[in-house]
């Protein structure tokens, strides 16, 4: 999960479009309390383009541990969405994101599909609520099948010197379940605390991770129980 809000870093191309995106490389790619990458290192990388009125749409992949399911050594995502401007200091986003895994050696496909609502104050502070329909469903290691599932977020970050920030973050899973016994409706907590250092286009974060042993029936991937990580980004 992220620990703050990306800032607006594009290029102006004519009068209509921008593009802007950035480029990291982490030492865990740790998404909402899970490790995709199996504790080692990813890559990773974004491009979007912007139109005045709001609306954008972009691309974002990441290298993943193909060992872990579905066998995927990529995680391909596109989005959609559109930015309202409420006021000078908040703004709310509207979405659409669809997740891929590139070349996966599963039986079945794991890709799904994302709705979220965000709701953002500065650049300092987010809440997000998000709907997967078609979210994949396993017990430990062993694929069950596809129930919705639903996502409670909010980050947060708090300047307490030049381009230094405190970082935190929560969130919640939640899998609406398809029956009895493992099949039931279960969920989880995550979330992370840490620093960041901002300078020109350049990012460093560095947090603490930790997820509730649930997550572990959930996913077949390790879990953020007590894990440190950095991932240093350039924005373009």
Known sequence: MTVAAPHAAATALGTELTWGGSLAVTSDYIYRGLSESNGRAALQADLHADTPQGTFAGAWASTRDRALEPGAGYDFEIYLGH???LSSAWNATLSARSHYFPGATGEVSDDFQELSAVLT????????????????????YRRLSRS?????????????GEGLFVTAGAGYYRSSGTGAGRRAATGYAYGNAGFAF????????????????????LFPYPFARHRVAGTLSWRF
């Open 83 to 85: 930015r309202f401007d």
């Open 121 to 140: 104050w500065l650049d300092r502070w987010t809440l997000s609520a998000s709907a997967i329909p078609n979210a994949v469903r396993y017990w430990y």
């Open 148 to 160: 919705p599932a639903g996502i409670a977020e909010t980050t947060g970050q708090w300047l307490i």
């Open 198 to 217: 901002e300078r020109r286009r350049w990012r460093l974060d560095i947090g603490y991770f930790f997820a509730e042993e649930q997550a572990r029936q």
